[in-house]
């Protein structure tokens, strides 16, 4: 079964550096995603991606993050300057279509230090 | 702002037994509704998935039961098993034909613990 795949699995950094979290979606789908989950609450969207621009954001997807489809196959997620408060699992999803099914990756492990 | 939240934090239920996870939901325009689980350490797994127009739709040992009316969500498994344990989450989607069609809003999660 096709599934999306991230990297790195764990990533340790240095508050300020950057980051970059790297994710390939399933080969047939269209729409890409990512979303965060912080140790205990809930996953939490920030931002969709359609036709190589970005659709939706959320609040918290500001200056500090963007994203990526660099070729046919990756879907990154930059962090310029990493803050404490970024740590968190973050999360690839993609869909073949609009509205519908989300599958998700199996998640980077950010921690900033 | 609206979101989707769920009633039990935690639910332990014996193996063979079934569950019933619930989940409400404030935003009427929602037209779209999914069931995830997601063990430790993972991504969050679909499990089964229903569109405002159906009240009902039922997969390999679970159902996901829809009332408008009272805008609730019920994700029922049937014989459930020790590798069912795992957090639930519903998450809702304002649909295709809506700008925000893509987001979806999670729910904070309930946890199965199914003792052996």
């Known amino acids: 079964e096709p599934e999306v795949t991230q990297t790195p699995s764990h990533q340790v950094t240095q508050m300020g550096q950057e980051v970059i979290l790297r994710c390939v979606p399933i080969?047939?789908?269209?729409?890409f995603y990512w979303y965060r989950q912080i140790l205990g609450q809930k996953v939490e969207f920030l931002v969709s991606?359609?036709?190589?621009?970005?659709?939706?954001k959320s609040e918290i997807f500001d200056d500090q993050f963007s994203v990526e489809r660099p070729d046919g196959s990756n879907f990154t997620l930059k962090i310029r300057s990493t803050k404490l408060e970024d740590s968190a699992m973050y999360f690839c999803?993609?869909?073949?279509?609009?509205?519908?099914?989300?599958?998700f990756g199996p998640g980077t492990r950010l921690l900033v230090l | 702002g609206e979101s989707v939240g769920l009633h039990l934090p935690t639910l332990s239920v014996q193996e063979g037994d079934n569950s019933i996870i619930n989940c409400a939901y404030s935003?009427?325009?929602?037209?779209?509704f999914i069931w995830y689980k997601q063990e430790s350490g993972k991504g969050p797994q679909f499990i089964i998935d229903?569109?405002?127009?159906?009240d009902k739709r039922q997969g390999q040992r679970v159902t996901v039961l829809l009332n408008k009316t009272v805008k609730h969500l019920s994700l029922q498994i049937a014989a459930t098993q020790p590798g069912d344990s795992a957090v639930y989450f519903c998450?809702?989607?304002?649909?295709?034909?809506?700008?925000?069609?893509?987001?979806?809003?999670f729910g904070g999660g309930t946890r199965l613990m199914v003792k052996p």
């Open positions: 935003n009427s325009a929602s037209d779209y």
């Open positions: 229903i569109r405002s127009n159906m």
């Open positions: 998450a809702e989607n304002l649909g295709p034909d809506n700008n925000a069609g893509n987001m979806l809003t």
């Open positions: 080969s047939n789908h269209l729409y």
């Open positions: 991606f359609y036709n190589n621009e970005i659709s939706e």
């Open positions: 999803a993609s869909t073949e279509i609009l509205g519908g099914s989300a599958y």
